[in-house]
């Protein structure tokens, strides 16, 4: 199994960041470069618990869909969503909201594991981990821009 961690800090307020990070129309803007579409599901506006949404974008050359579920909720400290379809053995993803001073800590865990045996291993340590790093990472940016943006209002 797989896990990456990541910690955004944001200089805005706890709410706002908790939406923009289940905001469908936010992950859709901040995965433009992967022709990202939410193709059945809640496929605009905010998540919230038992919703799912389906994603349709293209990944090392491939069009490739994953189903998600918003299985844990705890407004505005945190949720979690989990594979119900897709391409993955196990994909968890665990989003975190801690508040710091006047700043807020956004925490992504994402936890999964890939199919294939010595070669899905191979390709998750050369490819796939790196890829889905910078993914999280260029959303994590877009949602502390537009919480920001907000913030300075």
């Known amino acids: 199994m797989t896990t990456i961690t990541l910690h955004t800090e944001i200089a805005a307020g706890l709410e706002t960041v908790f939406d923009l990070s289940r905001s ?9 470069d992967t ?9 605009q506006g905010l998540l919230n618990l038992d919703d799912w949404v389906t994603w349709r974008g293209k990944h090392f050359g491939l069009f490739l869909t994953h189903t998600s579920k918003i299985v844990s909720f705890e407004r505005p400290f945190q949720f979690t969503d989990l594979m119900v379809q897709g391409h993955f ?9 801690q508040k710091s001073g006047n ?11 890939v199919p294939w ?23 994590n940016a877009c949602i502390k821009i537009q919480a920001e943006k907000k913030a300075s209002l």
């Open 24 to 32: 469908v129309d936010l992950h859709l803007a901040a995965a433009v």
């Open 35 to 43: 022709h990202e579409k939410a193709i059945s599901g809640k496929t």
């Open 89 to 97: 053995t196990y994909f968890v993803h665990q989003h975190e909201f």
């Open 103 to 113: 700043r807020i800590i956004m925490i992504d865990i994402l936890k999964y594991r």
């Open 117 to 139: 045996g010595w070669l899905g291993a191979w390709f998750d340590r050369i490819f796939l981990k790196r890829h889905l790093t910078q993914f999280l990472m260029h959303r």
